[in-house]
Each structure stands twice: as structure tokens, then as C-alpha cells.
């Protein structure tokens, strides 16, 4: 009798193996019957991890004879039904320890795919189906897949009307969102043998892939290849999307449009269109205007307008000093001249807190930036009293307008990979010259007098932005 552990357990086990040699023609010398005890089974396959210091994983060869050990006796018990009720719950929780919470096997798979179907345990049915299906690996996939078609046409093939595809269905692979549905009908589909089967699953995952259709809330842009063939071929489906999806275009939030869209979106639709050779029509060339103009150009502020003279913006704090009133009454007087075209430096005589608390408020930047260097900012100290003294330094402006600079070259980056013949057919020179070349934003740069040479602009996210006008430009 074997522990699966250390030595043999005694003396007599000992004995017998060591007098195997003996020439005996008795029978009794010649079988061995090994008899392996329930708990040290499961003990065995409990210790078995992925992260055993023995290097063990789920799909290696001692779990794998291990489970088709198992698996040969309970083919034998259940010839005997007695015996096969008996030997059903160890062995299933054999099947379940084999299979592991977080890997999948090429030779484990099938095996408790097929021993739980017969052993008539779903919920061990679906995490091994489940397992397949969030490997990665098409070929554990594809034999799960096999071996649980199998079984229905097996069982089921006579009478497809009666099958419950909704019990075999549920919670074997991920159904999360139509994609989901789409790859899993067409995974199933192919392995059915039986056309009548087959036919009676896909109409079943038709009426699945409607219903998610019909209440997925929203869809994610890695959908967009499962819309590009409903659209693009002879689909029953492609009504239903002209009349659902295309209405919900108006709820399209385009002005939080991020700057990757043109490369998760534009440039992938791009391709589609020559790959396939699919004629643009005005609803493309809408689509790429809007998501141009009203979507990434919205996102530029404006021009800074030039200051007259000596104006800065107004710096107001949002509470007074004692945090009861929308103003204070120093900030006031600070704020007059802040906005004053003819002023250059204030003196303002006052106590040290309301000094530091008009320090905090020129410091901290009408917009949320560092304000400190626009601005020279001193004391004069006399017995009576304390002056605070602030003169202009003129950066105020100068900065507004090279923070509007980068966010156009960062947009002249983003646009970069629409600079293509088949775009500037489809929108035409002038908006193709405006949205994609960016020429009238590069003609307000030039008229705001920047001091950047050019061929090498300022760092934009941490990286220098090289002149994009080296990129080759279409033919229009």
C-alpha cells in the first residue's frame, strides 16, 4: 500500500520486493496490486501548485498519469453502480485539484471537461470550460470546445430541438460584450459535426447576440472589427445597426475626445478603408470633420489675446482673509492694479498677515500656475511701518502664449499619421490643409512673434516636439 510519500511503510513490503527475483510459478508473484490511499491521493494533489518548491505545476506529467489513473478506475466503477456512487465524490475532487485555480492543460483540459459531463457536474464543467477559455491557448480552447460539442452530439444528436443550450452555455466562456458573444458562436459553430446541431446552436446564438446588441450600454473602440463586418457584408444584423446604433450618434460626447483617438480610431479605420477597398462616403468624411474639428481642435485654447501694456490678469482670492466674504478688500486694491496697463510697480502698506496672504494669491497664479516670476516681490521695512513692494516683469503673457504653442505642436504631433492622400481626397484641400496640415494655427504662431527657432520646439511632456513639416506631404 502506497502514501505517495517517503519510504515504503514496512517490513514486510520490504521483504516481498526483495524476494521478487525468486523463480516461483505461482501467479502470486507475478501481479501486483498497488492500492493507494483516498486521502494521500488528494493530499498529493493538494501540494501540487505552480508555486511548489518542487517546480511541480498543474499540466506536468505526474499530475497528468496521476488524473488518468484516476479516470481508468472510474471507467471501471461504473460498471458497477454501487460502486460508482461510492467512488463519484473523491474522484471528482481529484478532477478538480488537477485542473487548479489558475492554469490550464493541452491533456487535463478535455479529460475533466469530459469526466465532469459524465459524472454529470456542471459546476466543474464550467470552470474547466471557463479555464480553456481564458488560457490564451487556442489549443486547450479548441479541445475543450471539441470534447463538450462531442457530448451533446453524442447525446442530443437525434433530437437538436430538445437540446437546452442556454444550460450548456452558461458561464463556459466569457459573454461579457457582443465581441465576447460573436467569438464564442463562431468557436462553437465550427465544431459541431452535425448540421442539424449546428443549425440549432447558431439560431440559439443569433437570438444571444440580439439580446446583447440590445442592452450593451456602451462599446468599446477593440468592437470596431465586429461592427466593420456586419456593415461591410450581406449580415441580418446590419438593419438593426443603421436603425439602433447610428441613432445614439447624438449622445456621442465628442469634445472629451483624448488624443489617442487618432491613432485608436482614425488610423485603424484608414487602413480599413484600404485594405478593403471600400469607397469613402460623406458620412466618413463627416465623421473625420467632426472628430477633427469639434473633438481634438476643441481641446486648443485660443490665441491669447496681447495684453495692453502692463495688464496681468486679476488674482482675487475666492474668500476673504477671515474666510467669511467672496473678497477681501486687499485683494481688491491689489487687484486694481494688476489689471491696470499703466501701472507698473504697487506699494502697499499694511500688517505681515495681510502681506503673506497677498504673497500666496500673486505666487499661486490666477490659473492654477506658478505665478512667482511674474513678478518682483519686496519689503521696505521703515519703524512705523512695513511696505510691501510688487513690480511687473511682463512674463505673464509671453508664457500664455507658448503654453497655447505647445498645445498646438502637440496636436500637429497627433495628426501627424493623417498626413495621407486617401485623407486629403476625402476632406478636400482646404479642410485637409486646415485640419490635418494645421496651417491656419501655424499662421497664428507666426503672427504672435515667437522667440523659438524653428526645427526644434519646446518640450512637450517631458519630450522635444521635431518640426513636423518634414513629414511628406500629400499631393492635393
Excluded at 445614439?248 to 488624443?259: E, Q, Y
Excluded at 490666477?366 to 516670476?373: I, L, P, V
Excluded at 484641400?429 to 497664428?444: F, P
Aim: glycine share 6%; aromatic share 8%; proline share 4%.
Amino acid at each position: 500500500m502506497l502514501d505517495l510519500e517517503g519510504d515504503l511503510d514496512n517490513d514486510d513490503e520490504r521483504s516481498f520486493t526483495e524476494e521478487e527475483d525468486v523463480e516461483d510459478a505461482s501467479d502470486y508473484y507475478r501481479t501486483a496490486a498497488f492500492l493507494v490511499k483516498k486521502k494521500s491521493v488528494h493530499r498529493y494533489m493538494s501540494h501540487i501548485s505552480p508555486n511548489s518548491p518542487s517546480g511541480y505545476s498543474f499540466a506536468n506529467t505526474n499530475t497528468e498519469n496521476m488524473v488518468e489513473m484516476v479516470v481508468d478506475d472510474m471507467r471501471d466503477f461504473m460498471k458497477n453502480q454501487d460502486m460508482g456512487e461510492h467512488a463519484r465524490p473523491p474522484i471528482l475532487e481529484v478532477l478538480r485539484k488537477a485542473l487548479g485555480p489558475n492554469e490550464s492543460s493541452r491533456a487535463l483540459t478535455p479529460v475533466v471537461v469530459k469526466w465532469a459531463l459524465k459524472l454529470k457536474n456542471m459546476g466543474l464543467y464550467q470552470s474547466a470550460m471557463m479555464a480553456a477559455a481564458k488560457s490564451g491557448i487556442e489549443d486547450i480552447l479548441e479541445s475543450a470546445i471539441k470534447t463538450a460539442c462531442g457530448f451533446v452530439e453524442h447525446h442530443f444528436g437525434d433530437v437538436p430541438g430538445h437540446i437546452d443550450w442556454d444550460k450548456w452555455m452558461e458561464n463556459v466562456a466569457p459573454m461579457d460584450t457582443v465581441i465576447d458573444v460573436h467569438v464564442t458562436i463562431q468557436n462553437f459553430t465550427s465544431a459541431f459535426k452535425k448540421d442539424a446541431v449546428r443549425d440549432s446552436f447558431f439560431k440559439w446564438g443569433d437570438s444571444k447576440l440580439t439580446d446583447k446588441l440590445d442592452t450593451q450600454a456602451s462599446f468599446e473602440i477593440s468592437e470596431l472589427p465586429f461592427f466593420i463586418v456586419i456593415l461591410g457584408g450581406k449580415h441580418s444584423k446590419r438593419d438593426w445597426l443603421k436603425a439602433r446604433i447610428l441613432r445614439t450618434k447624438a449622445t456621442w460626447c465628442h469634445k472629451k475626445l483624448g488624443g489617442d483617438v487618432t491613432t485608436e480610431l482614425i488610423v485603424p479605420l484608414i487602413k480599413i478603408f484600404k485594405e478593403h477597398n471600400i469607397p469613402v462616403t460623406q458620412g466618413a468624411k463627416s465623421l473625420f470633420e467632426v472628430v477633427l474639428r469639434e473633438g481634438l481642435y476643441e481641446n486648443i485654447p485660443p490665441n491669447p489675446p496681447e495684453p495692453r501694456r502692463w495688464a496681468h490678469r486679476s488674482r482675487t482670492c475666492s474668500k476673504g482673509r477671515d474666510g467669511q466674504g467672496p473678497n477681501c478688500r486687499d485683494c481688491e486694491a491689489m487687484d486694481a492694479f494688476l489689471i491696470a496697463p499703466d501701472q507698473r510697480v504697487w506699494k502697499y502698506q499694511a500688517e505681515k498677515p495681510i502681506h503673506d496672504h497677498l504673497k500666496s494669491q500673486l505666487r499661486a497664479g490666477g490659473d492654477g500656475s506658478d505665478g512667482a516670476r511674474y513678478f518682483n516681490i519686496s519689503t521696505e521695512r521703515t519703524q512705523r511701518a512695513h511696505t510691501m513692494v510688487v513690480e511687473k516683469t511682463g512674463r505673464e503673457f509671453l508664457d500664455e502664449v507658448e503654453s497655447w504653442k505647445e498645445s498646438v505642436w502637440a496636436l500637429e504631433a497627433r495628426l501627424a499619421p493623417l498626413r495621407d492622400e486617401m485623407v486629403a481626397g476625402m476632406l478636400g484641400s482646404r479642410a485637409y490643409r486646415e485640419l490635418v496640415l494645421v496651417e491656419d494655427l501655424r499662421a497664428q504662431i507666426v503672427t504672435s512673434g515667437s522667440s523659438i527657432t524653428a526645427g526644434v520646439k519646446r518640450e512637450v511632456d517631458g519630450s522635444a516636439i521635431p518640426e513636423l513639416y518634414s513629414v511628406k506631404r500629400a499631393r492635393l
